[in-house]
């Protein structure tokens, strides 16, 4: 062949090309939805790990008691099989029979300090008392609780400032939780730690940048809400982004009932231990 019979020049088409790029982008964007990687360690189940069990909002600061609180659920878990540790965390100058009281980790948490403030003492409790040591927990948190243990989690992940590192938080569960603010009624509250639990809330519209803020290894959150709890509107309660399996909506559970009832509790100890759903 002589140098000037070239071969012509065939532009391939760039149709495949495209169609393969897509391909690419929504399987990232289902990966990215289940919150995982291929190339992630398939989990087991553990019931051996920390739990940390945060209560919520008394009126005036009055005070909770942990035992009250937290026994029935505490019970429940050591019955299912549950060896690991199980820490109560209260906040409140009045709080009685709780493990752990996070004023010990900041000393100017006073009874109307806003939620945010308490989680950013939360996160350097669990930095200091379990993550620098390498310790995997789980966090159960009721109403104000969870909210506690979603912003000391999404503190943590994104740096700012008053929290702690990231944290090694597993599992977390809310009950009760107004991820989207408590019910109407509260916009009446002006002042006083009420008032960052109302819907459009600063705090409230902070921790929502973020609908699945994950630990140092991942979170996987699940939530529960009730049609008949009067402090949380259900969909207040589930107002995470997460799989709709983590998502459960009672339609009998009063705000108080969440650690009580049989079948919730079920479903909180399925939520620690199972890392299928």
């Not at 495209?18 to 360690?41: I, K, N, W």
């Not at 909002?57 to 050591?78: E, I, K, P």
Request: aromatic letters at 8%; one cysteine or more; a neutral charge.
């Amino acid at each position: 062949m002589r140098p000037t019979d070239a071969l012509p020049t065939v532009t391939p088409s760039r149709r495949p090309r495209r169609g393969l790029h897509a391909l690419a982008l929504v399987a990232v964007g289902l990966l990215a939805t289940l919150g995982a990687t291929a190339c992630e360690p398939a989990r087991t189940p553990a019931k051996d790990r920390v739990v940390i069990m945060v209560h919520g909002y008394s009126a005036f600061g009055n005070g909770v008691n942990c035992n009250s609180s937290f026994g029935t659920l505490s019970s429940a878990l050591r019955s299912r099989g549950f060896t690991g540790d199980l820490v109560t965390v209260g906040f409140y100058d009045s709080d009685t029979n709780c493990s752990v009281n996070l004023r010990s980790w900041d000393s100017g948490i006073s009874n109307s300090s806003a939620w945010k403030t308490i989680a950013k003492a939360f996160s350097k409790y669990v930095y200091e008392t379990y993550t620098k040591k390498g310790i995997t927990v789980d966090v159960v948190g009721h109403s104000m609780g969870g909210l506690i243990a979603r912003g000391a989690v999404y503190g943590s992940e994104s740096g700012q400032s008053g929290f702690s590192p990231k944290l090694l938080v597993e599992d977390a569960v809310t009950l009760g939780t107004p991820h989207k603010g408590a019910a109407w009624y509260s916009t009446g509250c002006l002042y006083g730690q009420c008032y960052q639990l109302k819907p459009g809330a600063e705090d409230i519209v902070w921790l929502n940048q973020n609908g699945n803020p994950q630990g140092a290894k991942g979170t996987d959150w699940t939530v529960l809400a009730s049609t008949a709890d009067d402090v949380t509107p259900a969909d207040s309660g589930l107002y995470m982004v997460v799989p709709a399996a983590r998502k459960v909506t009672y339609g009998n559970l009063e705000h108080s009932d969440y650690q009580q009832d049989a079948t919730s509790i079920a479903r909180i100890a399925q939520a620690l231990s199972d890392p299928g759903l």
